[in-house]
């Protein structure tokens, strides 16, 4: 009997954690003095790099209501010139195209998302983004997007 007791709150720990952990939040814009809405969910995954930037990497994904996403690297940097992979669930993958910033850091990539990928944030559990990155090759990010309601 004291076992069940004990294995619940772990049970329930861990189905917790499975759930995504969105933060929703706003900014006004400063030129247009526009409010700004944007949710952001960390990736399940790390991604391990060699020298300088070793000691696995987490990401977040950024989802901005202008239909734009940010897709940021805690270490690591993004190869310029290059498309993303984005598949949600076992469906077919999605190529985007991806500008770095206008202030030359590549450690984020900023994509479209479209009322297409905003449909199927909201239809599905797990977005898989395979991005390349400068001397690493390509690497496969992995999201919880459940409960997405933006």
Known sequence: MKKNFILFPIF???V???????????????MTDKT???AVVKS??????SFPYEG?????????NNHQ???IASK???LYGDYLLLKFDNSKPIIRAYSLPSDG??????????????????????????????QEGRKIIEFNISNYNY
């Open 12 to 14: 329930l720990l861990v």
């Open 16 to 30: 917790l954690q499975a759930k995504a952990q969105w933060s929703y939040g706003s900014y006004t814009n400063s």
């Open 36 to 38: 700004e809405s944007y």
């Open 44 to 49: 399940l995954n790390k991604v391990n790099f």
């Open 56 to 64: 696995g990497s987490t990401f977040k994904l950024i989802i901005f």
């Open 69 to 71: 996403a940010q897709l």
């Open 76 to 78: 690591g940097q993004f």
């Open 105 to 134: 850091s590549a450690d984020k990539v900023i994509f479209v998302v479209g009322h297409r990928i905003i449909k199927e944030m909201r239809n599905h559990t797990i977005l898989r983004i395979e991005a390349p990155f400068y």
